[in-house]
């Protein structure tokens, strides 16, 4: 909690991302892929996040990724 804190006050600002990546196969996935299958890393701190190719952005608050993942259970419902 007290890193989350000095991080946010005196983190990075993740402004710089990495092209997108896409792990297929059987090869180890991140994390950060294991939402969206796509992740993107930031070239300044190294942090990952996922990454969603039908809406060209980066997913990186929680809020986002509850909302991703509702849009996801309301797809397969139809």
């Given at each position: 909690m007290?890193?989350?804190?000095?991080?946010?006050?005196?983190?990075?600002?993740?402004?710089?991302?990495?092209?997108?990546?896409?792990?297929r196969?059987?090869?180890r996935?991140?994390?950060?892929?294991?939402?969206?299958?796509?992740?993107?890393?930031?070239?300044d701190c190294?942090?990952?996040f996922p990454?969603d190719?039908?809406?060209?952005?980066?997913?990186?608050s929680q809020?986002?990724?509850?909302?991703?993942?509702?849009?996801?259970?309301?797809r397969?419902?139809?």
């Amino acid at each position: 909690m007290i890193a989350g804190l000095i991080d946010l006050l005196f983190g990075c600002r993740h402004s710089r991302y990495s092209f997108p990546v896409t792990i297929r196969g059987k090869a180890r996935r991140p994390q950060a892929g294991a939402l969206t299958g796509t992740y993107v890393a930031c070239l300044d701190c190294g942090r990952e996040f996922p990454y969603d190719w039908q809406q060209m952005k980066v997913i990186t608050s929680q809020a986002e990724r509850r909302e991703y993942v509702a849009s996801l259970a309301t797809r397969q419902a139809v």
